[in-house]
Each structure stands twice: as structure tokens, then as C-alpha cells.
């Protein structure tokens, strides 16, 4: 088992930037590969980001200003956030030991509890 804790997330206005960290407790960290969702009131969990210490993915809607970064040291995977806009509020989750596709939530065994995120205009 692997338990997964995110912090960083707040109110924060567009332009702003945050940086979101999940740690990690359990089995080894650095085995797992680990990704980064969100999901905004009423909508799905979508895929923002992921990072399999040899490929990193992200989203459409947030290339060129989030970075996915981990240290295995800290057992810690970060989700740094430049350049935020409204459309990035949600509550985002870290997530490890995808089976499948980086993608889909359902690929992932170990889900965190979120951090909510709020960016105003």
C-alpha cells in the first residue's frame, strides 16, 4: 500500500503561481509512476500530468506552464503551476501505480485526498 498526502493548493489570483507537493508513505516511492489530476464542481477527474522517472505528460491545457517534478529522496512528487487562470480551479489529486494509460484516473491504484485550488480573475 502506498498513502499519498497533497498540500500547496490556496486562493491564489490569475498570473499567480503555486506549487502543489504529494508525499508519499508506504512502499518505495521510486518504483511508481505518478501523475497529477483535477476536477472542477460538477465535472470528471481530468489528467493533468504524469511522470515515470523516464517520460513526463501533460495535458493539453497546461503545457508550457505546469511542471511535474518528484524527489525520491522525500519520497514527494511536486505539480509546479505558473501562469494560473480561472479554468484551473478545481481540486487537484496526485495519484501513483498507474496499470495502464497515464490518462485515465482508472489506471491508478492510490489516490490522494486533494488540495483545492482557486484562481481568481
Known amino acids: 500500500q502506498v498513502q499519498l498526502v497533497e498540500s500547496g493548493g490556496g486562493l491564489v489570483q490569475a498570473g499567480d503561481s503555486l506549487r502543489l507537493s504529494c508525499v508519499a508513505s508506504?512502499?518505495?516511492?521510486?518504483?511508481?509512476?505518478v501523475g497529477w489530476f483535477r476536477q472542477a464542481p460538477g465535472k470528471e477527474r481530468d489528467f493533468v500530468a504524469a511522470?515515470?522517472?523516464?517520460?513526463?505528460v501533460y495535458a493539453d491545457s497546461v503545457q508550457d506552464r505546469f511542471t511535474i517534478s518528484r524527489d525520491n529522496s522525500k519520497n514527494t512528487v511536486y505539480l509546479q503551476m505558473n501562469s494560473l487562470k480561472p479554468e484551473d480551479t478545481a481540486v487537484y489529486y496526485c495519484?501513483?501505480?498507474?496499470?495502464?494509460?497515464?490518462?485515465?484516473?482508472?489506471?491508478?491504484?492510490?489516490w490522494g485526498q486533494g488540495t483545492q485550488v482557486t484562481v481568481s480573475s
Open positions: 511522470e515515470s522517472g523516464r517520460t513526463t
Open positions: 495519484a501513483a501505480n498507474p496499470s495502464g494509460s497515464y490518462h485515465y484516473p482508472e489506471s491508478y491504484n492510490y
Open positions: 508506504g512502499r518505495p516511492f521510486s518504483r511508481y509512476a
